[in-house]
């Protein structure tokens, strides 16, 4: 393996600039938080002349009633009811289409994972448009076929409807971590158990459930960590229903009501929601490597199994069709049909309503066209940091023996542990506090969102991990320098993980809303963001045109790539 | 062309244990020399190479090639300024470019930058010398075992370099392939007239290929020589048993006389051998015998060092008839005979020994 000091110039200097960039990204922003924690008073920045080195935000945090009457118990019961029910819906998916003999089965792949496509904004705009209590289409569908009254039944704005929303969000997420671990079960595995004279019974209690356990048990950590993080359901659902979670109490505390921004506050509430994350991902750090410990025992080149599900097949495609339909099929309809009808049942409408109005009203707004250069300047720009970054650090972590490297492991591993609105907030600290010009331009966004390299990282180590290390060695001894053989060799047998890297992040971007509506300057806007403002300020053909488009942008982005991408990220 | 000095370098395994990989090397490789470093897996071979290589930073030694130090305490010259090709284990030809590009790479990254012609040429001569000219636009995936190892000899010696270095060339070959690439490769490399280092855990590739062969076993050279040399007199029993399918019999040396003479009496007690060798009596020693300098028959030999035994197995060969032969006191050995006049199963036989076609070690 290649020494750090056999290594030629620029080599050092590209892999330094790499290191750097990774710590600049993620660990400053952070550092800035921790310290924004222990400064005071409140409405200073924390290295604001008159600001000093302060207990009062750890004291405050320890003595409102509010964390422990309000924001812990609804954390909990929003997290734990999200989890168990994507997880549930996520299983039961992935089974079916991984481990069944279910018809149809690449299509039904790619209908589900529809819905983590397109910014959580859009999904909940059509969420209170079908589910709202007063005049939500399934409601007006419901009290019309059953007779009923009043409001409801359902009723988006509750604790329930939010758990719903946000589980019918995340299952796509779910469904793709199992459905990698399901595909990964050598079918010998269990056949050598019934070979040994084991009942199917004693077979997956004794070698199915140990085997999978681990796999099953990581995108278990995983989701716990990632709904604690969400925060665009609990601002658009939860706020209205009085539901208070942590990631949305921090954006409350940098936009209260009535007063100055509290930065003190907001970050003294970050730390222990940045330590919850570190412990889960610790954990989940742990399961992974022994379940890739079980994965690598298996061989390749097996056949999987299917179950027949005979009379069940109907049963299955009925909760499939229902999955399709409340996350992506009605959400859509419900978004098309506003934005050209209002807000009318599509069997009450007439021709006369129908009206392109929202669309043109669109086109006309400077706001538009910004938003849309800059949601795909941010989500380019910064998915091309990543991958650069993601590429040198998954080098360094594969391939070299710097002592450093298990640290820059972790670093990048962080990022999944980083609420988007705490790295929010320590990026608009560490901005505001460095008069550089960059806080309130698309610039800032551009170096927020790069803070995600995980994703790419692991993409570029796995990829590196299945390059013949004598590829590389067989260029140096041809006489070729490290950055040759990067350019020459690496990069090119590389690109298809880098390109699965890139896009991934790009829709990440594409999707982001938390950053830029904490980072949020009129010239810095992004479509997700002017959405929300279209919903908030009762525009709702407006807000339906503007997610109709943002869904006819996405699409076909994401179905030309869909190949590589669903690949790659199962790989993963 | 090349010089080891004292050359060590250790490993940490996985659960903490120091591995010496290679324990004080020492050997020099004369101009178009072809020297092969032959041993089982794990003996430190390939840590070797890739220390002349330059893929390995050594603990301790020197390095020279030419007349160029490329490393020693002071001195670590990267891998790429070295004047070397290899042909890697795997043949690690790119997927991603094509035969004549995966060639023209050392070319087209050596500075000061060659011109596109030069390159050309160069290229094409290499891939006729390999037998490969009509398939350079052929992409890399799409290459049998054997071209593979072509391409990747082409690859390794198109940049002149002063030492080409071998990494088990043909083990990813299969036999039939194996035996026409050795012959192919041993070809080329005197046609060039090249350095040639290569390492090989199969002695029939260490012994056809090399002019000169170490064996090595445990980080350390155990004996060097040409291959006659060291086929026919293995310094200990490890070297012995390494080179070729060798039978061992235990005994005492029960007396010596004044020319030398030893007769040693077999472990079981009932047979005697009269050979030559300078260990005192009542010393144990192993006697080694190839199972192709034995000779088989229904009548006792003439003279005395023969055992009579019984024919437990016999493996036909095409060309030749291999007898597994007990000779009682548990021990068997293998002979190898002409296919001509085969004798069956079951038959009492007499194993002949030439005193001269035996080695022997004692044993502590």
Redesign the interface.
């Known amino acids: 393996m290649p020494r750090v000091d056999n290594l030629d110039v620029a080599a050092k200097a590209v892999l330094a600039v790499g290191v750097a960039g990774a710590i600049y990204l993620i660990a400053v922003p952070l550092a800035m938080l921790l310290l924004a924690a222990f400064r005071g008073p409140a409405d200073l920045l924390p290295f604001e002349p008159g600001a000093r080195w302060t207990f009062e935000h750890i004291r405050a945090l320890f003595a409102d009633p509010i964390i422990v009457t309000r924001i812990l118990p609804d954390t909990f019961v929003f997290v734990a009811g999200t989890v168990a029910l994507a997880f549930a819906l996520g299983f039961g998916l992935a089974w079916l289409i991984e481990r069944t003999d279910l018809p149809g089965r690449e299509v039904w792949f790619s209908l589900v994972l529809l819905p983590l496509l397109v910014p959580t904004p859009v999904l909940a705009i059509a969420w209170i448009f079908l589910m709202g209590p007063n005049a939500g289409w399934l409601n007006l569908v419901l009290r019309a076929a059953f007779d009923l009254q009043g409001e409801g039944p359902i009723n988006v704005f509750t604790m329930g409807g939010l758990i719903l929303c946000q589980a019918l969000a995340s299952t796509p997420f779910v469904f793709l971590l199992l459905g990698a671990t399901l595909r990964a079960m050598d079918p010998a595995l269990e056949e050598a158990s019934g070979a040994s004279g084991a009942s199917p019974w004693t077979t997956f209690r004794r070698v199915t459930l140990p085997v999978l356990l681990p796999g099953v048990l990581a995108p278990l950590v995983l989701v716990t960590l990632i709904t604690a993080e969400q925060f665009e359901l609990p601002l658009i659902i939860g706020l209205p229903a009085k539901i208070n979670v942590f990631s949305y109490r921090i954006y409350f505390e940098l936009n209260p009501l009535s007063s100055l921004p509290n930065y003190g506050a907001a970050a003294a509430l970050s730390l222990p929601f940045v330590v919850l994350g570190m412990l889960l991902l610790i954990l989940y750090n742990r399961l992974i490597a022994r379940a890739e410990s079980f994965a690598t025992m298996t061989g390749r080149g097996y056949r999987q199994r299917r179950l027949a599900l005979g009379a069940w097949r109907l049963p299955a495609l009925v909760l499939l069709t229902l999955y399709v339909a409340l996350a992506a099929a009605l959400p859509a309809a419900v978004l098309l049909w506003t934005s050209l009808f209002g807000y009318t049942l599509p069997l009450s409408a007439t021709a006369a309503d129908f009206s392109l109005e929202a669309y043109r009203q669109l086109f006309a707004n400077r706001a538009f066209w910004l938003g849309l250069r800059n949601t795909f300047l941010v989500a380019i720009a910064s998915a091309l940091i990543v991958t650069v970054l993601g590429m040198l650090l998954g080098w360094i972590i594969s391939r070299s023996q710097i002592r450093l490297r298990h640290a820059l492991d972790f670093v990048s591993v962080l990022s999944v542990g980083i609420p988007a609105v705490i790295a929010g907030l320590g990026v608009m600290l560490f901005y505001l506090s460095l008069p550089i010009g960059v806080y309130g331009t698309v610039a800032i966004l551009i170096i927020a969102y790069s803070y995600r390299f995980a994703t790419t990282t692991r993409l570029a180590r796995a990829g590196f991990l299945q390059i013949h290390k004598e590829l590389e060695e067989a260029s140096a001894a041809s006489g070729a320098r490290w950055l040759a053989t990067m350019r020459r060799v690496l990069v090119p047998l590389m690109l298809p993980a880098l390109a699965a890297g890139f896009i991934l992040l790009f829709i990440v971007g594409v999707r982001e809303f938390t950053i830029p509506l904490v980072l949020y300057s009129p010239d810095n806007v992004v479509l997700s963001v002017l959405l929300w403002q279209l919903f908030q300020s009762g525009q709702p053909a407006a807000s339906a045109a503007l997610a109709s488009i943002i869904i006819a942008v996405v699409l076909p982005v994401v179905f030309l790539a869909r190949r590589t991408l669903v690949r790659r990220s199962l790989v993963d | 062309m090349l010089t080891v000095n004292n050359l060590a370098k250790s490993f940490a395994a996985p659960d903490g244990v120091v591995v010496r990989a290679v324990d004080g090397v020492s050997f020099a490789v004369a101009p178009a020399q072809c020297y092969a470093l032959l041993g089982p897996s794990g003996c430190g071979k390939t840590t070797i190479l890739r220390c002349v290589?330059?893929?390995e930073?050594p603990e301790r030694g020197s390095i020279t090639i030419g007349r160029r130090v490329v490393s020693d305490e002071d001195v670590?010259v990267?891998?790429?300024?070295r004047s070397?090709?290899?042909v890697?284990?795997?043949?690690?030809i790119?997927?991603?470019?094509d035969v004549f590009d995966n060639v023209a790479?050392?070319l087209?990254?050596?500075r000061p930058r060659l011109a596109r012609s030069e390159i050309e040429k160069r290229v094409m001569d290499v891939l006729a010398l390999v037998g490969m000219a009509s398939m350079a636009r052929r992409p890399a995936p799409h290459l049998s075992g054997g071209q593979q190892q072509r391409v990747?000899l082409a690859?390794?010696i198109v940049?002149r370099p002063g030492l080409l270095?071998l990494d088990e060339p043909l083990s990813n070959l299969d036999a039939t392939l194996r035996d026409s690439m050795r012959r192919e490769l041993a070809a080329l490399i005197r046609q060039i007239g090249i350095t040639a280092l290569f390492v090989t855990h199969d002695q029939v590739e260490a012994l056809s290929l090399a002019d000169r062969v170490a064996v090595m076993e445990q980080g350390r050279i155990v004996q060097e020589g040409t291959p006659p040399d060291i086929y026919d007199r293995p310094a200990n029993l490890f070297v012995a048993r390494f080179l070729g399918a060798a039978n061992v019999l235990s005994g005492v040396v029960a007396e010596r006389d004044c020319q030398g003479r030893v007769r040693i009496a077999l472990a079981g007690g009932q047979h005697h051998l009269t050979l030559v060798a300078e260990h005192r009596p009542g010393t144990n020693v192993d006697v080694v015998l190839r199972p192709e300098n034995l000779t088989i028959g229904t009548a006792a030999p003439d003279h005395r060092n023969a055992i009579p035994g019984r024919i437990s197995a016999r493996a036909f060969q095409g060309n030749s008839i291999e007898y597994e032969v007990d000779v009682g006191g548990n021990s068997s050995l293998r002979v190898l005979a002409p296919a001509r006049g085969g004798l069956d199963r079951g038959a009492p036989v007499w194993i002949g020994i030439d005193p001269r076609r035996v080695a022997i070690f004692g044993r502590p």
Do not use: N
């Open positions: 290589a330059g893929l930073q670590f990267p891998v790429h300024e070397i090709g290899m890697f284990q795997s043949y690690a790119w997927p991603h470019v790479y050392p087209a990254v050596a990747a690859r390794a940049r270095l």
